[in-house]
């Protein structure tokens, strides 16, 4: 059974980085194939992507938030760490961390599609001062 | 980037009504369409992904299609707990994308 918990701090100030962790079960990101991601929703408002990061160490991010953030991985722990710098009150939000699974295309070549099938009960970060 | 547009907004139905949302993207995504459903404060759940297969787990009663830019998702009975946001999601390319969502409630 996978399952997947955010921690992180809940009230940040403007210009602060946010470090988030998310801990996870049930699999492995050393494994061929993994991908777990990032996603927040801000009070009311839809479902934005931020980051995914795979097995190999393959990152992905939202272009508009790219230059604010790193995604890591530590195998070892079973964790995922994601930092986002020059924290604003418009990134007030619950924070989500998710695994991926993927469909393939066969062909010629083999392509992946990635989805979200699991995520955490995510943790909400006020930003103010 | 693919922009994603559910319709309606807001629907309102009664239980046991079919209803169906329905979701545009800005360009072709072939198939790779997702749809989540999310209850108040709580993380969103996976319906249905490539545009149609039934997540392990989801009642039947959900359904979807649809290839290109243009899908739906159908509730064929709707039941009690069916009262929730619904989203549909794109991962043909980066950046992923979301829909704003379509708020179902009861009528």
């Known amino acids: 059974q996978i399952t997947l918990k955010e921690s992180g701090p809940t009230l940040v100030k403007p210009t602060q980085t946010l470090t988030l962790t998310c801990t996870f079960s049930?699999?492995?990101?050393?494994?061929?194939?993994?991908?777990v991601g990032w996603i927040r929703q801000p009070p009311g408002k839809a479902l934005e992507w931020l980051a995914l990061?795979?097995?190999?160490?393959?990152?992905r991010y939202s272009p508009s938030l790219k230059s604010r953030l790193t995604i890591t991985k530590d195998t070892s722990k079973n964790q995922l760490v994601l930092t986002m710098t020059n924290m604003d009150p418009v990134d007030t939000a619950t924070y989500y961390c998710?695994?991926?699974?993927?469909?393939?295309?066969?062909?010629?070549?083999?392509?992946?599609?990635?989805?979200?099938?699991?995520w955490g009960k995510g943790t909400t970060v006020t930003v103010s001062s | 980037d693919i922009q994603m547009t559910q319709s309606p907004s807001t629907l309102s139905a009664s239980v046991g009504d079919r209803v169906t949302i329905t979701c545009r993207a800005s360009?072709?995504?072939?198939?790779?369409l997702a749809w989540y459903q999310q209850k108040p404060g709580k993380a969103p759940k996976l319906l249905i992904y490539k545009a149609s297969s039934l997540q392990s787990g989801v009642p039947s009663r959900f359904s979807g299609s649809g290839s290109g830019t243009e899908f739906t998702l159908t509730i064929s009975s709707l039941q009690p707990d069916d009262f929730a946001t619904y989203y549909c999601?794109?991962?043909?390319?980066?950046?992923?994308?979301f829909g704003q969502g379509t708020k179902l409630e009861i009528k």
């Open positions: 998710a695994h991926f699974n993927y469909d393939i295309l066969t062909g010629p070549n083999y392509y992946y599609y990635y989805y979200m099938d699991v």
């Open positions: 360009q072709s995504i072939s198939s790779w």
């Open positions: 990061i795979y097995w190999d160490d393959d990152k």
């Open positions: 999601q794109q991962y043909n390319s980066y950046p992923y994308s």
């Open positions: 049930g699999f492995s990101l050393s494994t061929s194939g993994v991908g």
